[in-house]
């Protein structure tokens, strides 16, 4: 089995204790990526790269990361692991060349997730737990404040599905 776990250079450094305050506390939550060269779409452009692929993820990881910390409590730790994500939108190569890298947004394109995700406590106990399949069909009609983020409808459906289940954790 092949899993892909993406840390962002930051948070590599911070627990090498290379950057001030080295004391901060691990992340909360624990994004994984298993099998993500199978997942229906997390492209660059047209022909995809490996890189642009792992950039995408990591920038979705970092997301979720920071989103939820102030869902989980202290103590608490996230585990999501994603089996495959199709981002919105597609790549539509019979544009011409200059398009290749052009991601068209059409409402037949729309943003999907599968995972599973498990919630512990500090002692390890999983007091919540559950399996995704999401898929955004009214994607197109949310208000975005932020339209540059080339992830901003993903990273919509992330926090809708955060803050749907992850509220209540602090009562726990």
Known sequence: MRILRLFSPMLGLLAAGLLHGADQPAPRTEVIFDHPEKFTDVKDAAIPTEKGRDATL?????????ETAPMIPEGYKL????????LAGDFEPWHG???DDVRFIKSIYPPAFKFTYSVTDPAGKVVREGSEDIRDLTFQMRIRL??????GYEK????????????????A
């Not at 599905?161 to 509220?167: V, Y």
């Open 58 to 66: 990591a920038s979705i990881r970092d997301f979720l990361v920071r």
């Open 79 to 86: 585990r999501v692991t994603f089996t495959d994500i199709d």
């Open 97 to 99: 060349a200059r398009f």
């Open 146 to 151: 932020d339209s540059s983020d080339p992830l």
């Open 156 to 171: 919509d459906v992330l926090t809708d599905w955060a803050h749907s289940n992850l509220r209540g954790l602090k009562k």
